[in-house]
């Protein structure tokens, strides 16, 4: 059974940065491409980053390009999503989740945090 344990969130002024956290358990961690996702009050959960198993590959959302950085630990089995002047727009519940792929740029996540909050007050 995988597990994500996410760590980080927060409550920020715009412009701040926070840098998230998501430990796995369960299964190689470096087999699988992890992801970030996020979903605000009343909206659908999107895709914000992700990378690819070895950390060659990385894909950012247009929203978020410039600003935040997805990296990968694979021998302590952990994920980071360094977030750098941060907007009120930002606000959401941020979900760590591993792929079932080697690298997805949202398909196929079968394992989930239980989100961590983020809110950027103006």
């Known amino acids: 059974q995988v597990q994500l344990v996410e760590s980080g969130g927060g409550l920020v002024q715009a412009g701040d940065s926070l840098k998230l956290s998501c430990a796995a358990s369960g299964r190689a961690f470096g087999a699988y491409g992890m992801g970030w996702f996020r979903q605000a009050p009343g909206k659908e959960r999107d895709i914000v980053v992700a990378i690819s198993a070895t950390g060659g590959r990385t894909y950012y959302a247009d929203s978020v390009k410039g600003r935040f950085t997805i990296s990968r630990d694979n021998a302590k089995n952990t994920v980071y999503l360094q977030m750098n002047s941060l907007k009120p727009e930002d606000t959401a519940v941020y979900y760590c989740?591993?792929?079932?792929?080697?690298?997805?740029?949202?398909?196929?996540?079968?394992?989930w945090g239980q989100g961590t909050q983020v809110t950027v007050s103006s």
């Open positions: 989740a591993q792929t079932r792929r080697i690298y997805s740029d949202g398909k196929d996540y079968d394992y």
